[in-house]
């Protein structure tokens, strides 16, 4: 496995040792990207810092809390409504960011008294919302502001409300990924075990790493309940403050994103003796496959086999349709920190594309690992990068799509690359059956937007037929395709509603015997 | 010889790709998670009883039995090899993958004491 030295990047000779080919016939241990580390000066990294890490990521996709950040307003708006953790109490943590407003004045003589005015104005604004979280930011923290002993002050002064303070400035750690690791330490030091958990179910677990993106939580919760497990809570997304609390009352973590939340599974299983099981709500078969480890677990099996089998028949038609139009198409999967492995694999086997290359922007050395052992020969692996790189890869590799944020995104689109937010998503949720049926649909609605063939052409030089006007998506997918699968009676597009989450809101479940 | 090890990087192939239990972040989970994953796998594939007395147990036992359910749908030469053969295959293969993540692996976080 070569590193690789990218044309852009000569003149910044160490990040060569971040980006490898997977060479055919090695393995791990013949070359691995470095990771989590300094982005190296000169670099221009996609990267968000630590603060934003802890907040923006982990801390306010929990839904009944005041979000308070302790610093200027930037901070706190520039890490707002970017990302859809969307909610069941009317998305409360998304209309609303709170700041402490902090000024210049108040970097002079301190910023304790208006962070105090603030964190009660708040309440007071909120009556209902009795729970807060407040973020440390760089300013606050190099004037040494003692933001605990404030919220302690508050939560004399008003008995009623309960404050978490996360002391995870933009500097503390290379990239959003200390973030990440500094409030999952926090919450288990500080909150858990200080609720009595509230049992009702013989099955319970907490759903760990999942931020609910345009309802992912909802969607695997809708399974969980199906099978009669009681999910005690779910860190974070559209998660309660006070369930996380009482984590320590589960029996089993199932960890999702390992990359934002596994520190929090492992200082569980090493306080309180919880075992902590991977699982993934992405794809067919790694989806059947944790439903039943999950149901192995607890001797439910044979409910988590009714779920797989139902959804099986329900959806996979529809994803096979996808699969026949979006073989062989390349693949950039350039998201955070995850989803280079939870998809690298089963975007291969399930959609029939190819992985011509996978980035992470602050994933460790750990999530290469991953990523690289999932990714087929000849795959393109590289760690913080910056956009003249991904520029070159895409000029090199020329992908049909892109997987990844907004910003990277919109670059790709000027050189004509189609992209999906792999972070937000486009019109997701992209968990379960019937959310991985939607991700086929938006890959296959980007690659074969007819757009795409007008915003190719170069008017200043091509010739331009204008007898040939008329196009559909349809009509560029199915050129090659067989009669046979072009007239399938099984197979068939999505045929789902527009909005597939607000009626689970509204389901009701069986009881189960024990 | 080099039919043992075609048949174990074929099973090698098939955690590094469908699994996740052999990358946790320190080098004394990894050893623990291979150690015991594949020690309940062997145990499954040979039929023998598999120990289920902890929730750490049955959290393994899940993974192994998911393990193993994948190998047999996939290799049908695993139907046809002798118990002995097995424990040799397993062995073979705790070991590689002992090496992929743990001894040879490049990933400098192994060895962080703290998580
Ligand atoms: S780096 Fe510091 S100042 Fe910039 S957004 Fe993050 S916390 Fe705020």
Redesign the interface.
């Known amino acids: 496995m070569p590193y690789h030295e990218f044309e852009c990047s000569k003149c910044i000779p160490e990040r060569k040792k971040h980006a490898v080919v997977k060479g055919p016939g090695e393995?791990?241990?013949h070359?691995?990207p470095?990771g989590?580390l300094n982005t190296i000066p000169g670099s221009i990294s996609e990267r968000g810092c630590a603060y934003c890490g802890a907040k923006h990521v982990i801390g306010t996709p929990m839904k009944d809390v005041i979000h308070l950040s302790h610093g200027p307003v930037g901070c706190t708006y520039d890490t707002w409504q970017t990302k859809r953790y969307t909610s069941d109490n009317d998305n409360f943590q998304l209309k609303y960011t709170f700041a402490s407003d902090v000024k210049e004045k108040h970097i002079v003589f301190g910023a304790e008294k208006v962070l105090k005015q603030n964190i009660i104005e708040a309440f007071k604004a909120f009556p209902e919302i009795k729970r807060m979280t407040i973020y440390q930011t760089c300013a606050t923290a190099l004037i040494g502001d003692d933001v605990d002993a404030i919220a302690d002050e508050v939560m004399e002064e008003m008995p009623d409300v309960d404050i978490f303070v996360c002391n995870s400035p933009g500097f503390a750690g290379p990239s959003q990924s200390g973030g990440h690791h500094k409030i999952n330490?926090a919450w288990i030091k500080k909150k858990v075990g200080t609720v009595e958990p509230k049992i009702t179910g013989d099955y319970v677990i907490n759903y760990v790493g999942e931020y609910n993106i345009q309802g992912d939580q909802e969607v695997m919760i809708d399974y969980f309940n199906r099978m009669g497990v009681q999910v005690l809570s779910t860190f974070t997304g559209n998660g309660s403050y006070d369930d996380l609390r009482a984590m320590h009352g589960a029996?089993?973590n199932v960890l999702e994103c390992?990359r934002s939340a596994?520190?929090i599974c492992?200082?569980l299983k090493v306080k309180y003796?919880?075992?902590?099981?991977?699982i993934?709500g992405f794809g067919f078969?790694?989806l059947s496959?944790s439903l039943?480890?999950?149901g192995?677990?607890f001797g439910i099996e044979d409910r988590a086999q009714t779920i797989i089998d139902e959804e099986t028949a329900r959806w996979k038609p529809e994803l096979d349709w996808y699969k026949e139009r979006l073989k062989g198409k390349k693949v950039c999967l350039w998201p955070g920190g995850s989803k280079l492995?939870h998809w690298a694999?089963v975007l291969h086997e399930e959609m029939g594309v190819d992985i011509v290359s996978v980035y992470t922007k602050f994933g460790?050395?750990?999530d290469m690992?991953?990523g690289i052992?999932?990714c087929e020969v000849g795959a393109l692996a590289f760690d913080d990068p910056n956009e003249l790189e991904g520029l070159e890869a895409m000029m090199t590799l020329k992908p049909d799509i892109i997987f990844t944020g907004k910003r990277p995104g919109e670059v790709a689109k000027k050189i004509r690359v189609p992209y999906l937010n792999a972070h937000a998503y486009h019109n997701g949720p992209y968990k379960g059956y019937e959310g991985w049926v939607r991700f086929a649909r938006d890959i296959y609605n980007a690659i074969y937007s007819p757009i795409h063939q007008l915003s190719n052409l170069d008017i200043s030089n091509d010739e331009i037929s204008i007898g040939t006007g008329f196009q559909t998506a349809k009509m560029l997918s199915d050129v090659n395709l067989s009669d046979e699968v072009v007239s399938s009676a099984t197979l068939r597009q999505y045929t789902g509603k527009y909005d597939s989450v607000s009626d689970l809101r509204k389901k009701t479940y069986p009881e189960f015997k024990k | 010889m080099e039919n043992l090890k075609e048949k174990v990087a074929q099973l090698e192939d098939y955690i590094m790709k469908k699994c996740l239990w052999q990358f946790h972040s320190r080098a004394w989970d990894r050893k623990t998670q291979n150690e015991n994953i594949l020690k309940k796998a062997t145990q499954l594939l040979c039929d023998e009883p598999v120990e289920l007395e902890t929730p750490a147990d049955r959290c393994y036992w899940a993974d192994a039995l998911s393990l193993t359910e994948g190998f047999r749908s996939r290799y049908e030469w695993l139907t046809a090899m002798s118990k002995e053969d097995i424990k040799l295959l397993m062995q073979g293969l705790k070991e590689r993958i002992d090496f992929v993540t743990i001894t040879g692996s490049l990933n400098a976080e192994l060895t962080d004491p703290r998580y």
């Open positions: 393995d791990l241990t070359a691995l470095l989590y330490i029996h089993l390992a596994e520190y492992n200082e003796g919880i075992p902590r099981l991977d993934e078969e790694p496959a039943r480890k999950i192995l677990f492995w694999n460790h050395q750990g690992e991953k052992a999932r």
